[in-house]
């Protein structure tokens, strides 16, 4: 018998994400649904504070630290570039 394939990105359901920049409008995002395709994932982001504003984006690239950062964060925190707060319960591992 062989193992059961790992699944990619496990904790992806129901995290939350601070983009560096705002994202049409908005910094912090909550994922409400995944879509597997091939061997690709993608998550779809609703905004926190709107709940019309909702996109769908390639889950590796909520790795890039440059444009995204786990949890949701403060400005400060965002311009101390301090760790993630939530990365081990809301992180993409």
């Known amino acids: 018998m062989s193992k059961p ?3 990619k990105f496990p904790h992806l359901l129901g995290s939350k994400w601070t983009a560096q920049q705002r994202t049409m409008g908005w910094r912090h995002f909550q994922v409400t649904n995944r879509k597997n395709q091939g ?6 982001l609703v905004a926190s504070c709107d709940p019309t504003v909702r996109f769908w ?8 630290r440059q444009l995204w950062r786990a949890g949701w964060q403060t400005m400060d925190q965002i311009a101390d570039g301090q760790p993630d707060s939530c990365s081990k319960i809301d992180g993409i591992s």
Do not use: S
């Open 57 to 64: 984006i390639n889950a590796n690239v909520l790795k890039n």
């Open 5 to 7: 394939k790992k699944q």
């Open 39 to 44: 061997k690709l994932v993608f998550a779809e």
